[in-house]
């Protein structure tokens, strides 16, 4: 039977949430998972970022509306694959999938992109937001089967450093790449590789999970010959039950609210971001070299924060009051972004906020759904993480494109234009705080 080790979280003050002893070896592998599944996609977010910012800034709406139609066609075949299949087999097949299509681009994505076939940048553009959406979302529905909610709150940050790591290298990988004049479509083959890489760790700790219900499940009788453990058989339900439980569920639909106004500001600074790069650099090469640059400092922000910071913060001021900080956060780098506008603003803020996002607002709404149900973590946190995540994004977009075309607002003006949206979001995350402390209460008794 596997060991789960007794939680001493709420008797014994540790200051830097180290992992217990009897959880070191799964919060390693669980690290090293997420190391494989940023590094797969950073090197191609800094490619896809520079494709984009080829075509015209009114461009930038249609991508992320196709980007959300495609979020909304792969979730009824995604429910039908964990409903009727294992977990191991229906997110394998995820993985594998992703592998097969990077292979397909790299034979089709011509290396120039010209007028004629700009049509295929933003085919990429579309499918890398929707599958990378999909892996970080399945990883951590792995991660928070695996481990229960005290765990979570001291071991979350561990397993997002090791993400954090995973997108520095990626990142670096990108910039050396477009500093050296390499091809950047190779990169597609370095990412096929540590997809493959990757899954094998994330069936690892489906095999071994630190959940004590779940773990004892695991270590009993082996269940008979040609039929699944229970905590290992397919879940069941309707193609479109992840959405019923995030309309029914008040803790998911507030996080649903939260997570589509916070990705609409994100997209608004994203929008600012790609104005002003598309007019400081002509070169491809240099603005995918701008772009890794900008990836790389966020992410070493984030990787400070989340040694120093993560746990610590989830632990004594709790997950409600850790989601705060992101929406707060942003609306102070808004603000500073209206009074200083400019390619270096965008620099500090898109830093920042990558930072907070990782560090902070991540790691608690991992947390929570660690209170979920199987259903929950593996039907509606998809959804969240993809659908509602892309229909953030398309509402920024929309947003930002209307006050700049229609309203006629500058850069400056449309800066202080996403404040409010960071004030929904702390809404959103204080009317957690009550539901929050009740899920946790009915786990204890």
Same mark, same amino acid.
């Given at each position: 039977?596997?060991?789960?080790? $007794?939680?001493?979280?709420?008797?014994?003050?540790?200051?830097?949430?180290?992992?217990?002893?009897?959880?070191?070896?799964?919060?390693?592998?669980?690290?090293?998972?997420?190391?494989?599944?940023?590094?797969?996609?950073?090197?191609?977010?800094?490619?896809?970022?520079?494709?984009?910012?080829?075509?015209?800034?009114?461009?930038?709406?249609?991508?992320?509306?196709?980007?959300?139609?495609?979020?909304?066609?792969?979730?009824?075949?995604?429910?039908?694959?964990?409903?009727?299949?294992?977990?191991?087999?229906?997110?394998?097949?995820?993985?594998?999938?992703?592998?097969?299509?990077?292979?397909?681009?790299?034979?089709?994505?011509?290396?120039? /992109?010209?007028?004629?076939?700009?049509?295929?940048?933003?085919?990429?553009?579309?499918?890398?937001?929707?599958?990378?959406?999909?892996? /970080?979302?399945?990883?951590?529905?792995?991660?928070?089967?695996?481990?229960?909610?005290? #765990?979570? $709150?001291?071991?979350?940050?561990?397993?997002?450093?090791?993400?954090?790591?995973?997108?520095?290298?990626?990142?670096?990988?990108?910039?050396?790449?477009?500093?050296?004049?390499?091809?950047?479509?190779?990169?597609?083959?370095?990412?096929?590789?540590?997809?493959?890489?990757?899954?094998?760790?994330?069936?690892? /700790?489906?095999?071994?999970?630190?959940?004590?219900?779940?773990? &004892?499940? *695991?270590?009993?009788?082996?269940?008979?010959?040609? #039929?699944?453990? *229970?905590?290992?058989? *397919?879940?069941?339900?309707?193609?479109?039950?992840?959405?019923?439980?995030?309309?029914?569920?008040?803790?998911?639909?507030?996080?649903?609210?939260?997570?589509?106004?916070?990705? &609409?500001?994100?997209?608004?600074?994203?929008?600012? #971001?790609?104005?002003?790069?598309?007019?400081?650099?002509?070169?491809?090469? &240099?603005?995918?070299?701008?772009?890794?640059?900008?990836?790389?400092?966020?992410?070493?922000?984030?990787?400070?924060?989340?040694?120093?910071?993560?746990?610590?913060?989830?632990?004594?001021?709790?997950?409600?009051?850790?989601?705060?900080?992101?929406?707060?956060?942003?609306?102070?780098?808004?603000?500073?972004?209206?009074?200083?506008?400019?390619?270096?603003?965008?620099?500090?803020?898109?830093?920042?906020?990558?930072?907070?996002?990782?560090?902070?607002?991540?790691?608690?709404?991992?947390?929570?759904?660690?209170?979920?149900?199987?259903?929950?973590?593996?039907?509606?946190?998809?959804?969240?993480?993809?659908?509602?995540?892309?229909?953030?994004?398309?509402?920024?977009?929309?947003?930002?494109?209307?006050?700049?075309?229609?309203? #006629?607002?500058?850069?400056?003006?449309? *800066?202080?234009?996403?404040?409010?949206?960071?004030?929904?979001? /702390?809404?959103?995350?204080?009317?957690?705080?009550?539901?929050?402390?009740?899920?946790?209460?009915? $786990?204890?008794?």
């Amino acid at each position: 039977m596997p060991r789960v080790p $007794k939680d001493s979280s709420q008797t014994e003050p540790r200051a830097w949430m180290l992992p217990l002893p009897g959880e070191l070896k799964c919060v390693a592998v669980a690290a090293l998972a997420f190391f494989g599944v940023m590094l797969w996609y950073f090197p191609l977010r800094s490619l896809r970022d520079a494709l984009a910012a080829e075509r015209k800034l009114s461009d930038l709406p249609w991508l992320f509306s196709a980007t959300w139609l495609g979020m909304l066609v792969v979730q009824p075949p995604f429910a039908a694959l964990v409903a009727r299949w294992p977990r191991r087999r229906s997110l394998g097949t995820v993985f594998h999938t992703t592998t097969a299509c990077l292979l397909l681009f790299y034979w089709l994505v011509p290396s120039s /992109i010209g007028a004629q076939s700009q049509w295929m940048g933003a085919v990429f553009y579309v499918w890398l937001s929707v599958f990378n959406l999909f892996t /970080i979302s399945l990883a951590w529905a792995v991660f928070t089967d695996c481990f229960s909610h005290a #765990q979570a $709150k001291r071991v979350f940050g561990w397993v997002g450093l090791g993400g954090t790591l995973g997108a520095i290298a990626g990142s670096r990988v990108a910039q050396s790449w477009a500093d050296s004049g390499g091809d950047p479509l190779q990169l597609l083959l370095f990412s096929a590789l540590v997809v493959e890489l990757a899954w094998p760790l994330l069936a690892w /700790i489906l095999r071994h999970p630190m959940r004590e219900p779940v773990a &004892a499940a *695991a270590g009993a009788k082996s269940a008979p010959k040609g #039929q699944l453990p *229970a905590h290992e058989a *397919a879940l069941g339900g309707g193609l479109w039950e992840g959405v019923r439980l995030t309309v029914s569920n008040p803790v998911l639909a507030l996080i649903a609210i939260f997570m589509l106004t916070q990705t &609409a500001a994100s997209a608004f600074l994203y929008s600012e #971001q790609q104005a002003l790069v598309g007019l400081e650099f002509t070169d491809r090469a &240099a603005r995918t070299a701008w772009l890794a640059r900008t990836e790389l400092w966020g992410q070493v922000a984030t990787l400070t924060a989340q040694v120093f910071v993560t746990g610590p913060l989830l632990s004594s001021l709790g997950v409600p009051i850790a989601l705060v900080l992101y929406p707060l956060g942003s609306m102070l780098l808004f603000l500073w972004l209206g009074l200083n506008p400019g390619l270096a603003a965008v620099f500090a803020a898109r830093v920042g906020m990558r930072g907070l996002d990782a560090a902070c607002s991540r790691p608690a709404r991992e947390t929570l759904f660690s209170l979920a149900s199987r259903a929950g973590r593996f039907k509606a946190k998809p959804f969240l993480d993809t659908f509602v995540y892309r229909s953030g994004d398309a509402v920024g977009a929309w947003m930002f494109r209307f006050g700049q075309q229609a309203m #006629q607002l500058s850069l400056q003006a449309l *800066a202080f234009a996403a404040i409010p949206l960071g004030l929904a979001g /702390i809404a959103a995350a204080l009317a957690l705080r009550p539901r929050v402390k009740e899920l946790t209460r009915d $786990k204890q008794t």
